[in-house]
């Protein structure tokens, strides 16, 4: 199957900072999302992303479907940006239903 | 968060006893997943439905069942627990299956001594 590689598997930043969180994945795909999963657990979709750019508020991501790679940007980070930020994919063959390979995810921690 | 709602939240089993749990979703949207989050592995799919009675197998299936009667409920069964099954277990929906977002459940963390 697909496989989806994230990196740096941590990051420690100052509030303030900007950062840029890679997602590397193995084959073309129909489908990418970003999430954000908060100290508490709860993940919520960020971006849905298979190509192209988008921006909302500080986070902007940028996916080039050619070279198989994702970018996630965090600008003037906050200490609310702290938590797990994963790569998810859905290879562009597929039998049914929007099923997601993750990565390991990008350990973030915002310090003030 | 899609009204999904996840019992038990919490569960602590021993080894070779059956679990049970359950996912519960209020937008009546068709499509149902089962992850389980484990650390240095991310979140990885264990079941989907595309419908009711409707129900396929994810990357890590072995060891688990699931079953859907409702659009409502996805329910995942643990046949006889093991300690390699301990982890958090979230559930997510999706309405259709272009959509651009999966959401998430709360998660149930189970622990089998």
């Known amino acids: 199957g697909i496989q989806v590689e994230q990196s740096p598997p941590d990051l420690i930043l100052q509030e303030g900072a900007n950062s840029t969180l890679r997602c590397n994945f193995s084959d073309s795909v129909n489908n990418l999302q970003w999430f954000h999963q908060n100290p508490w657990g709860q993940l919520i979709n960020l971006f849905y992303?298979?190509?192209g750019t988008k921006q909302n508020g500080r986070l902007s991501a940028t996916t080039v479907a050619t070279e198989r790679y994702s970018l996630l940007y965090i600008s003037s980070s906050q200490t609310t940006d702290s938590g797990v930020y994963f790569c998810?994919?859905?290879?562009?063959?597929?039998?049914?239903?929007?099923?997601?390979?993750f990565g390991g995810g990008t350990r973030v921690l915002v310090k003030p | 968060d899609a009204g999904i709602t996840q019992s038990p939240r919490h569960k602590v089993t021993e080894t070779g006893t059956p679990v049970t749990l359950r996912c519960h979703q209020t937008?009546?949207?068709?499509?149902m997943y089962w992850y389980r989050q484990d650390p240095g592995h991310g979140l990885r799919l264990i079941h989907y439905s595309y419908g009711v009675k409707d129900t396929d197998k994810g990357e890590v299936s072995d060891g688990y069942s699931v079953s859907r009667s409702k659009t409502e409920d996805f329910l995942l069964t643990l046949e006889s627990a093991t300690s390699s099954q301990t982890s958090v277990y979230f559930c997510a929906t999706t309405p259709y299956i272009q959509a651009e977002t999966q959401y998430f459940g709360p998660g149930t963390r189970l622990l089998v001594l």
């Open positions: 937008e009546n949207h068709r499509y």
């Open positions: 998810a994919v859905e290879g562009r063959i597929k039998a049914a239903g929007n099923k997601l390979t």
């Open positions: 992303i298979p190509s």
